[in-house]
């Protein structure tokens, strides 16, 4: 009995790499337990958790350097098969692309055309109504930009408790609105109008800014903000 190993579904709660980020939080757990996370078992003789141990430990504790490990490398670790080799590499690949990707720039809205050279190519040229969120900080960098909607050729739904929880998500302090008329219109309809003073007013308990919606076009747009009607 001295010898029986035990496994982490015996361990105290506060010891499962699962329930520990449930209970605690992700920035609580080392290393080795957010890699027996991704390899979910070790073997007969090894805990996940003390598998993934010995793996960093042959790789002097560096994510870095094994990121830069192949399948066979893995899989000649017991308890380490292809498909889990494979989930250890795509996961650490997987991080190395988020940090490239937030080296990037965070564009700054400094006018509506600004928010239109952003958000034109993903609206500008569609056959049927989408309405989008730019959610940016305090500098007005665009944080976030998400569709909230789509619609039909003629008109989409807005579900202000959705943009909001999103831009609370975010920690935005201000918007801008954006979505496409197909018909190549850019008058404001009065539907248009009415959803624009309704998002500013919510905006205005929350403390979020709206700083401007924009009707978009293939080719131009109209901004509420210029035209003096926000």
Not at 8 to 17: F, L, T
Request: proline share 3%; charged share 25%.
């Amino acid at each position: 009995m001295e010898n029986q190993k035990i496994t982490i579904k015996q361990w105290a709660e506060d010891d499962r790499p699962r329930e520990k980020l449930m209970l605690k939080g992700k920035t609580v757990l080392s290393d080795a337990e957010l890699l027996a996370i991704l390899i979910g078992s070790g073997h007969k003789d090894e805990s996940a958790v003390d598998l993934c141990k010995r793996i960093l430990a042959t790789y002097d504790h560096n994510l870095s350097v094994l990121a830069r490990q192949s399948i066979t490398k893995l899989t000649a670790f017991k308890g380490i098969g292809e498909a889990k080799a494979i989930t250890i590499i795509a996961a650490l690949e997987i991080g190395q692309r988020r940090r490239l990707s937030e080296r990037v720039e965070e564009p700054q809205i400094t006018s509506s055309s600004d928010a239109f050279e952003l958000i034109n190519p993903l609206i500008g040229d569609l056959e049927h109504e989408e309405f989008w969120v730019l959610y940016l900080n305090n500098s007005n960098k665009v944080k976030y930009k998400a569709p909230l909607s789509k619609g039909g050729m003629t008109g989409t739904v807005v579900d202000v408790r959705v943009l909001f929880q999103t831009a609370l998500e975010q920690k935005a302090v201000g918007i801008i609105l954006a979505h496409n008329h197909p018909s190549g219109k850019l008058k404001p309809s009065d539907a248009d109008i009415q959803i624009t003073k309704k998002i500013k007013e919510a905006g205005k308990v929350m403390d979020i800014q709206l700083l401007d919606h924009l009707i978009i076009t293939e080719y131009s747009y109209y901004s509420f903000a210029d035209e003096g009607i926000l």
